[in-house]
């Protein structure tokens, strides 16, 4: 189990279990202290998630704390209140046409190398000559999509790598999410792997599929999470990444020592 904890309005971690209990008997660690871990609605103080890790006697106020934060390098700084500034339904919508701008260009140049333009061509021809007999339009449509499929599998993966790569990269963010100063993260706030970020479009493939059921869900989700995002085990917050220290694994190596 991963802990978090919170001093001076900063979110620091994640952590192991065995350590924090660890660090609450030998005194490192206040029991006032709040922490949070997947599953919890809110922050709680570690006296109350470890009650049986705290030490026989209170901390008292002439111990001496570990170096403050500021002090540490490589920890993470993003705020408990950064964390919870969910980015809402209609900035997400907007992100997500001008994402649609940006690869449109490069999606009617592949259909265009690929001959869209003289399948169509053969396409309305053959809704002529069918006269309204559905098999000769079945046909016909057939034969379109059997020509223009390499150039729909080219587009596909296109967007794919675009959504993966953009949201896996230190913005954090597709074009269309930069600028309108939101980013996804993990669901402690940290940046994507790429493995992450490649199974997040397919996701939201369904969740377009399924009557865009899957994108209304960010309007209603307690965390303002679509399909896609649940799927993925993701977030998509306010704000550029620039404007946080990365939370990501970069933090890792501390869980010899408690350094918040």
Known sequence: MEIWIGRNGERHGPYKEEDVRAWLRSGQVSGSDLAWREGLADWQPLSVLFPDAMPDTAYTTGSTYPPPAAS??????????????????????????????????????????????????????????ASGDPHAMMAAQVQFYTTMWPAFLASFVLAW???????????????????????????????LTLG?????????????????????????????????????????????????????????????????
């Open 161 to 191: 790598w675009y959504y993966a790569l953009c949201e896996s990269s230190p913005w954090q963010a597709t074009v269309g999410k930069l600028a309108l100063g939101i980013r996804v993260t993990d669901m402690q706030g940290r940046r």
């Open 196 to 260: 992450r970020a490649l199974i997040r479009y397919p996701a939201m493939l369904l969740s377009q599929l399924i009557l865009f059921i899957g994108f209304i869900m960010v309007a209603f989700t307690e965390r303002k999470q679509g399909l896609h995002d649940m799927i993925a085990s993701t977030l998509v917050l306010n704000g550029r990444a620039s404007e946080f220290k990365d939370a990501s694994s970069k933090a890792t190596g501390n869980s010899g020592s408690f350094n918040a």
């Open 72 to 129: 540490m390098p490589g920890l993470p700084q993003t705020t408990a209140a950064a964390l919870e500034d969910y980015a809402g339904f209609w900035k997400r919508v907007a992100a997500y046409i001008l994402d649609i701008i940006v690869l449109w260009i490069p999606t009617m140049l592949i259909e265009a190398v690929f001959g869209i333009g003289a399948a169509k061509d053969v396409l309305k021809q053959a809704a002529l000559n």
